[in-house]
């Protein structure tokens, strides 16, 4: 019997895996393809047509993804990146399977760039052993109360598939679409009667930084950052993705720099606000104008043929109003669900912190 970091109900007994699994290798997965999971360092990757081991065990990553667990019930191929256990004496896997997955081996202690777990490591990782009956009690136990949780995080994902269906339906309601009819004092225009657009300049990664005064904007959004003294511009304005990402919109914020593949706003017409354009170009299925290939374009010419509905300024300014209070109520809604996963994931671990000390 082993000493364990923490007392156990009377009964248990701490072991290391060693004593209760022999640890084998997995080999490289056969050629022929079938029906059978071949299940790597990070899960199941490929079918092939023989089992490698034909009885319920638990699968540890050894390379890459080091100490990710998976417990396998059907007949399985473990490839060379994992160990698989051989069951020396009676358990239940699924009980080997979550304390594994509560506290995972560590590769720790590893020189190899590629994260490694050492089998040696794994045979002394230490297991609470309840007798074979109050396993299989509190794992059915665990699975209840965890199934709870899952079905909590199923409505959650739900509800956060909603707040973006939410938003989206809000923007296809406010901006008509081009060949529908405009509301009265809305007319339709070309983005090049209402803009002038210039290309981004060319910056080096090596100027590149993780933090600074000045974001650097490329076609999808912020790259890094520059020093400063570096910036374009010193105002608010929308970048437009030119190569790669292209025709996606993004807001600037000054100072900042344009990278030569976005293109940017310099000037806007009186009547137009920018950040009523920000929200309709976001609407405008601008993506959808760009050459498509290895890398993807889309000109400044091109842009500028693009039809957008334009109402009086004053409505213009009233539309923005209101997508910005719906955008607050959806980022509310997505910071109570980010705080309601956090609370699942504490409540998912102290179900098996009270399962693995006998709680339950």
Known sequence: MSEGPYKLPEGWRWVRLGEVADIRYGKAKPEQPGRVPVVGS????????????????????????????????????????????????????RWIAAWLQFKKPSPEGTTATLPSLRREDLEAHLVPLPPLPEQRRIVARIEELVGRVQEARRL?????????????????????????????????????????????????????????????????????????????????????????????????????????????????????DI?????????????????????????????????????????????VAHLEAVQERVRTLREAQAQMEAELRQLERAILERAFRGEL
Not at 42 to 66: C, D, E, H, M, Q
Not at 300 to 312: F, G, H, T
């Open 156 to 272: 959650r994902e739900g509800a956060k598939q909603d707040a973006e269906r939410l938003w989206q339906a809000v923007l296809a309601e406010t901006f008509p679409r081009p060949g529908t009819e405009l509301p009265e004092g809305w007319r339709w225009v070309k983005l090049g009667e209402v803009i002038e657009l210039k290309n981004g300049k060319f910056i080096r990664k090596s100027e590149l930084a993780e933090s600074g005064p000045v974001r650097v904007y490329g076609s999808n959004g912020v790259i890094g950052y520059a020093p400063e003294g570096k910036a374009l511009i010193d105002t608010e304005t929308l970048a437009i993705g030119r190569v790669g990402a292209s025709g996606v919109v993004n807001w600037v914020t000054p100072p900042a720099w344009i990278s030569d593949n976005a293109m940017y706003i310099v000037e806007l017409a009186q009547d137009c």
């Open 42 to 93: 990070g899960g199941v990757y490929a079918l092939t047509n023989i089992p490698l081991v034909s009885f319920p065990t638990v699968i540890v990553g050894r390379k890459g993804s080091a100490g990710e667990v998976f417990l396998m019930e059907e007949p399985c191929w473990p490839s060379d990146t994992t160990f698989y256990l051989v069951w020396k004496v009676e358990v239940i896997p």
């Open 275 to 319: 950040k009523y354009l920000f929200y309709v170009l976001k609407q405008s299925g601008l993506t959808a104008l760009a050459k498509q290939g290895a890398q993807p374009s889309i000109s400044q010419e091109q842009v500028y043929q693009l039809l957008i509905p334009l109402p009086p300024l004053p409505e213009q300014q009233r539309i």
